[in-house]
């Protein structure tokens, strides 16, 4: 099958490129830059951005499905009208182009239940994408557990540089994360299943728990010991301020995760297993993948750069989740692209 990869350098575009060539698929990556980007070998490249009209619409052509995975978390106050015009562009092209599926990276969370602003974002443009005449297919996840997803890198140096975290109520809040790869065998094994086109899936991890448990096992797990101290009273911008102390994540990319953290994001509808059932991997073996990826070029408490899906060029994540989620803010064409997914949270959120 013919497919582009929107977000192709983001955390998660990243991997689902190599995946989708492994699949036996012919794929192009569409990135902001061909000139900076080295594809898998196989992989055919475009340049465009998803906010520029005129930009990236020949990448469309003759293809069979396309994968959105791009958000613009991280590009200031704007980010949802960013997100709600690179999708509306996306779709009418993806219709013109006459593609017949798209394959979107979204965020779990209960509409009745007031989601964040940037889950709102990532449910409209879900929205937004189904008017158009492709069938699209919608994995809506949790925290994506990975080196690289902007989500994890805040937990990771949260539980590494405080032994005693003073927090607001959300470590109280039910999550359900999910190791990177397991998402990308998801988004890689809908393809090949006819019977998921145009229908909406939930995925996570094998395991439910608190953003506080998170925490400290992540802590746990490097031999360390966390003291979580609920205060009821600590509001999520104090929260978010502090957070952006502590970490290396940006303030514009902390503030839309941290509001989104007292969202439950919790699997209520297995339905995606009787297509695709990958394996799962159990949170703290995708805890220790984790951090033996950081550990392979820097110290446990160094901070990296991928982010999760932005479209500003932060670091892994542009307009792409893509990265990711995981993109957030570059451009639109790479959420994934090195701006901060798919997972974030929601795709790396």
């Not at 988004?187 to 299943?193: A, R």
């Not at 301020?241 to 439950?264: A, K, Q, Y």
Request: net charge negative; with cysteine; glycine share 10%.
């Amino acid at each position: 099958m013919d497919v582009l990869v929107t977000g192709a350098t983001g955390f998660v575009g990243s991997r689902l490129v190599p995946a989708l060539r492994d699949a036996g698929h012919d794929v192009t990556a569409l990135v902001r830059d061909a000139g900076s980007y080295d594809p898998p070998a196989g992989v055919a490249v475009a340049e465009g951005d998803l906010l520029e009209q005129g930009s990236f619409e020949h990448a469309l052509a003759g293809q069979d499905a396309a994968y959105y995975l791009v958000h613009s978390m991280g590009a200031g106050d704007d980010f949802a009208e960013r997100d709600r015009r690179a999708a509306r562009q996306f779709t009418d092209a993806a219709s013109e182009a006459g593609v017949e599926r798209v394959v979107y990276l979204g965020g779990l969370g209960d509409e009745a239940d007031d989601l964040s602003e940037h889950l709102q974002s990532r449910r409209e443009v879900e929205y937004l994408l189904a008017e158009g005449e492709p069938a699209v297919t919608t994995l809506r996840a949790g925290i994506l557990i990975g080196e690289g997803g902007v989500s994890w890198r805040m937990v990771r140096q949260l539980a590494a540089r405080l032994p005693v975290m003073v927090t607001p109520r959300w470590v109280n809040t039910r999550c359900q994360p999910i190791h990177v790869d397991d998402a990308v065998a998801y988004l890689v094994g809908v393809l090949d299943e006819p019977a998921t086109a145009g229908e909406t899936y939930e995925i996570g991890g094998p395991e439910v728990l608190t953003y506080g448990s998170l925490l400290r096992r992540t802590r746990e797990i490097t031999g360390g010991h966390l003291l979580v101290i609920p205060v009821p009273v600590l509001t999520p911008r104090l929260s978010a301020r502090w957070v952006s102390l502590v970490t290396d994540v940006s303030s514009e990319i902390v503030e839309p995760l941290i509001d989104g953290l007292r969202n439950p994001v919790v699997v209520t509808d297995d339905s995606i297993r009787d297509h695709v059932a990958p394996t799962l991997t159990p949170v703290d073996d995708a805890i220790r993948r984790a951090l033996a990826a950081h550990d392979d070029d820097r110290s446990f408490d160094t901070a990296t750069s991928g982010d999760d899906a932005v479209t500003t060029n932060t670091d892994r994540e542009t307009t792409n989740t893509d990265r990711e989620t995981t993109g957030e803010e570059r451009g639109a064409a790479d959420v994934d692209d090195r701006r901060t997914e798919t997972d974030e949270r929601g795709a790396e959120a």
